[in-house]
Protein backbone atom coordinates (compact mmCIF):
# COMPACT_ATOMS: atom_id res chain seq x y z
CA UNK A 1 0.00 0.00 0.00
CA UNK A 2 1.14 3.73 -1.05
CA UNK A 3 -0.22 7.14 -0.32
CA UNK A 4 1.27 9.83 -2.97
CA UNK A 5 0.44 12.82 -1.99
CA UNK A 6 0.96 16.11 -4.48
CA UNK A 7 0.04 19.79 -4.73
CA UNK A 8 2.07 21.46 -2.60
CA UNK A 9 4.22 24.65 -3.88
CA UNK A 10 5.02 28.54 -3.65
CA UNK A 11 2.41 30.99 -2.69
CA UNK A 12 1.88 34.73 -1.40
CA UNK A 13 0.09 34.81 1.58
CA UNK A 14 -3.25 35.08 1.59
CA UNK A 15 -3.05 32.49 -1.99
CA UNK A 16 -4.65 28.91 -1.87
CA UNK A 17 -3.54 25.80 -2.59
CA UNK A 18 -4.87 22.64 -2.75
CA UNK A 19 -3.27 18.90 -1.75
CA UNK A 20 -3.97 15.74 -3.06
CA UNK A 21 -3.23 12.47 -1.54
CA UNK A 22 -4.08 8.90 -2.64
CA UNK A 23 -3.91 5.55 -1.37
CA UNK A 24 -2.49 3.09 -3.91
CA UNK A 25 -2.37 -1.04 -3.89
CA UNK A 26 -4.23 -4.35 -1.95
CA UNK A 27 -6.41 -2.97 0.64
CA UNK A 28 -9.66 -3.63 1.97
CA UNK A 29 -11.07 -0.09 3.11
CA UNK A 30 -9.90 3.00 4.37
CA UNK A 31 -10.74 4.12 7.73
CA UNK A 32 -9.95 7.64 8.86
CA UNK A 33 -7.94 9.74 6.47
CA UNK A 34 -5.89 12.48 7.60
CA UNK A 35 -3.04 15.44 7.11
CA UNK A 36 -0.29 16.06 9.09
CA UNK A 37 2.83 19.13 8.90
CA UNK A 38 6.02 19.74 10.63
CA UNK A 39 7.04 23.18 10.87
CA UNK A 40 10.34 23.97 10.91
CA UNK A 41 12.29 23.27 14.39
CA UNK A 42 8.80 22.31 15.23
CA UNK A 43 7.45 18.91 16.32
CA UNK A 44 4.98 17.06 13.73
CA UNK A 45 1.22 18.27 14.22
CA UNK A 46 -2.37 17.35 13.42
CA UNK A 47 -3.85 19.29 10.78
CA UNK A 48 -7.28 18.12 9.94
CA UNK A 49 -8.97 14.75 9.79
CA UNK A 50 -11.79 12.95 8.25
CA UNK A 51 -13.51 9.52 8.52
CA UNK A 52 -14.83 7.33 6.51
CA UNK A 53 -18.17 8.53 7.20
CA UNK A 54 -17.33 12.59 6.51
CA UNK A 55 -16.54 13.93 10.02
CA UNK A 56 -13.93 16.27 10.10
CA UNK A 57 -11.50 17.51 12.72
CA UNK A 58 -9.29 20.41 12.95
CA UNK A 59 -6.30 21.92 14.30
CA UNK A 60 -7.36 25.54 16.02
CA UNK A 61 -4.38 27.08 13.80
CA UNK A 62 -6.42 26.27 10.57
CA UNK A 63 -10.03 26.14 11.47
CA UNK A 64 -11.97 28.32 9.08
CA UNK A 65 -9.10 28.51 6.46
CA UNK A 66 -8.64 24.71 5.76
CA UNK A 67 -11.05 22.24 4.50
CA UNK A 68 -10.60 18.64 4.69
CA UNK A 69 -12.75 16.07 2.34
CA UNK A 70 -12.16 13.07 0.55
CA UNK A 71 -13.98 10.61 -2.18
CA UNK A 72 -13.82 7.11 -1.11
CA UNK A 73 -14.46 6.12 -4.76
CA UNK A 74 -11.04 7.55 -5.78
CA UNK A 75 -9.24 6.11 -2.30
CA UNK A 76 -8.11 9.60 -1.95
CA UNK A 77 -7.77 13.01 0.28
CA UNK A 78 -7.86 16.29 -0.20
CA UNK A 79 -6.86 19.27 1.75
CA UNK A 80 -7.88 22.55 0.36
CA UNK A 81 -5.84 25.54 1.51
CA UNK A 82 -7.02 29.13 2.03
CA UNK A 83 -6.30 32.46 3.37
CA UNK A 84 -2.27 30.96 3.83
CA UNK A 85 0.16 32.55 5.79
CA UNK A 86 3.63 32.30 6.55
CA UNK A 87 3.18 30.07 9.38
CA UNK A 88 1.45 27.62 7.52
CA UNK A 89 4.96 26.88 6.10
CA UNK A 90 5.85 23.19 6.16
CA UNK A 91 6.25 20.05 4.90
CA UNK A 92 2.36 18.39 4.89
CA UNK A 93 1.93 14.29 5.13
CA UNK A 94 -0.89 12.16 4.16
CA UNK A 95 -1.71 9.68 6.96
CA UNK A 96 -4.39 6.57 6.35
CA UNK A 97 -5.63 3.89 8.57
CA UNK A 98 -5.85 1.65 6.26
CA UNK A 99 -7.56 -2.32 6.19
CA UNK A 100 -5.37 -4.82 5.19
CA UNK A 101 -7.13 -7.22 3.03
CA UNK A 102 -7.90 -10.20 5.40
CA UNK A 103 -7.09 -8.53 9.20
CA UNK A 104 -10.09 -6.56 11.38
CA UNK A 105 -7.23 -4.00 12.12
CA UNK A 106 -5.92 -1.12 10.78
CA UNK A 107 -2.80 0.09 9.60
CA UNK A 108 -1.13 3.20 9.70
CA UNK A 109 0.30 4.82 6.46
CA UNK A 110 2.23 8.03 5.24
CA UNK A 111 2.75 9.50 2.31
CA UNK A 112 5.92 10.71 0.81
CA UNK A 113 5.27 14.68 2.27
CA UNK A 114 4.60 17.82 0.34
CA UNK A 115 6.10 21.11 0.74
CA UNK A 116 3.81 23.95 1.48
CA UNK A 117 5.79 27.75 1.21
CA UNK A 118 4.22 30.59 1.91
CA UNK A 119 5.45 34.15 1.27
CA UNK A 120 4.63 37.24 2.85
Known amino acids: VQLQASGGGLVQAGGSLRLSCAASGKFRDIDRMAWFRRPPGKQRELVASITSGGRTNYADSVKGRFTISRDNAKNAVYLQMDSLKPEDTSVYYC???????????????WGQGTQVTVSS
Open 95 to 109: NAAIFPTRAGFTNDY
